[in-house]
């Protein structure tokens, strides 16, 4: 069974500070997806990275994909209380579109 | 990105009793998933189901209990059945095309009574 594991869990930081959330696992992964979603909301898709040591960036966010594709991390430069969801990573493993869900990391941005 | 609109948005049911949700997806796909979330907790994958032909289920997860349909490229719905407490949750139908990442509805919150 092929699992991700996010750390934290919760996070509860101030305005204008930075943060990482890291999403490890022991299996590799084909591509990977960073999700974030709002109360109320389903998941809405941030970044698809495939390539081993790939990153992204999304304006304040920078994805990366670990050298060997097992595990991926977000970083957040100045965060903003729009910032504030649920982040979910979730790997693919190429045939059928099926993800893998990451255990969630729920992030608070206070002013 | 695709569309797509999931109903009910909301529902509290007896116990005992089935409710079908539904996925409408504004343009045709080759797979649609359906998931199963706790507030603020992660997503698990229930069964994916293609057109024509019956749906896949996930370890833990059976037909009987939750009868899917996909009759076209556009549409699924899901069936909880003999609903109790221990399902209440969101249910979410998201759609995949190919190597494209999947999308995602806004969701289903159920409640048992």
């Known amino acids: 069974t092929q699992l991700l594991e996010q750390s934290p869990q919760f996070l509860s930081i101030q305005e204008g500070e930075n943060l990482t959330v890291y999403c490890n696992s022991s299996?590799?992964?084909?591509?990977l997806q960073w999700y974030r979603q709002e109360p109320g909301e389903g998941p809405v898709l941030l970044v698809t990275?495939?390539?081993?040591?790939e990153v992204k960036k999304l304006k304040r966010l920078t994805f990366q994909f670990g050298d060997a594709r097992k595990d991926s991390s977000l970083h957040i430069t100045a965060a903003q209380p729009g910032d504030t969801g649920l982040y979910l990573c979730a790997g693919g493993t190429g045939g059928g579109n099926k993800l893998t869900f990451g255990t969630g990391t729920q992030l608070k941005v206070e002013l | 990105s695709a569309v797509i609109s999931q109903k009910p948005s909301r529902d509290i049911c007896q116990r005992g009793t089935s409710l079908t949700i539904q996925c409408q997806v504004d343009s045709q796909v080759t797979m649609m998933f359906w998931y199963r979330q706790q507030p603020g907790q992660s997503l698990t994958l229930i069964a994916t189901?293609?057109?024509?032909?019956?749906?896949?289920?996930e370890s833990g997860f059976v037909i009987d209990k939750f009868p899917i349909s996909r009759p076209n490229l556009t549409f699924s719905t899901l069936t909880v059945s003999n609903m109790s407490p221990e399902d209440s949750s969101i249910y979410l139908c998201?759609?995949?095309?190919?190597?494209?990442?999947?999308?995602f509805g806004d969701g289903t919150r159920l409640s048992i009574l």
């Open positions: 189901a293609n057109q024509g032909s019956e749906a896949t289920y």
């Open positions: 299996s590799v992964f084909s591509s």
């Open positions: 998201s759609v995949g095309q190919g190597s494209e990442p999947q999308h």
């Open positions: 990275v495939v390539t081993g040591g």
